[in-house]
C-alpha cells in the first residue's frame, strides 16, 4: 500500500502541477489580453491625438491662408492707390510746367514791349535834344 499511496500522492502532486501551470498559463493569458486592452486604448487615444493636432494644424494654416490673402489684397490696394497719386502728381507737374512756360512767354513778350517803349523814349529823348540844340 505504500508503494501505491506514494504513486496516488506522485500522480496528485504531477495532477497539481499541472493545475498550477494551466492556472499560470491562463493568468499570462488574461495579463496579455489586458496588455492587448491598454494598448488598443493608447493606440485609439493616439489616433484621436493625431487627428485633432492635424485639424488644429489645418485651422492654423487656413487662419494664415486668410491672412495672405488679405495683405495680398491690402498690397495690391496701396499700390494702386500709389500708382494714382504718382498720375496725379504727373498731371499737376504737367500743368505747372505748361503754366510756367506761359508766364516765361508773358514775360519775354512784355520785356520786348519794355525794350520798344525804352528804345521809343531815347529816339524821343534824342529828337528833343537836337530840336533843343537847332532852337538854341
Known amino acids: 500500500m505504500g ?3 506514494a504513486e496516488a500522492a506522485a500522480k496528485t502532486a ?3 502541477a499541472h493545475l498550477k501551470a494551466l492556472d499560470a498559463a491562463r493568468g499570462g493569458e ?3 489580453a489586458d496588455a ?3 494598448l488598443e486604448v493608447k493606440l485609439v487615444q493616439s489616433e484621436a491625438d493625431a487627428k485633432a493636432a492635424l485639424a488644429a494644424h489645418a485651422a492654423e494654416l487656413n487662419t494664415l491662408k486668410k491672412e495672405g490673402e488679405a495683405a495680398l489684397a491690402a498690397s495690391a ?3 494702386e492707390a500709389a500708382a494714382a497719386t504718382a498720375k496725379e502728381l504727373e498731371a499737376r507737374l504737367a ?3 505748361a503754366e510756367a512756360q506761359e ?3 508773358a514775360h519775354a513778350a512784355e520785356l520786348d514791349a519794355l525794350k520798344k517803349d525804352l528804345e521809343a523814349a531815347r529816339g524821343a529823348s534824342a529828337a ?3 530840336e533843343a540844340a537847332a532852337k538854341a
Open 3 to 5: 508503494d501505491a499511496q
Open 14 to 16: 504531477e495532477a497539481e
Open 30 to 32: 488574461g495579463a496579455a
Open 36 to 38: 492587448m486592452k491598454e
Open 77 to 79: 490696394a496701396q499700390a
Open 95 to 97: 500743368t505747372s510746367a
Open 103 to 105: 508766364a516765361q512767354a
Open 128 to 130: 528833343a535834344q537836337a
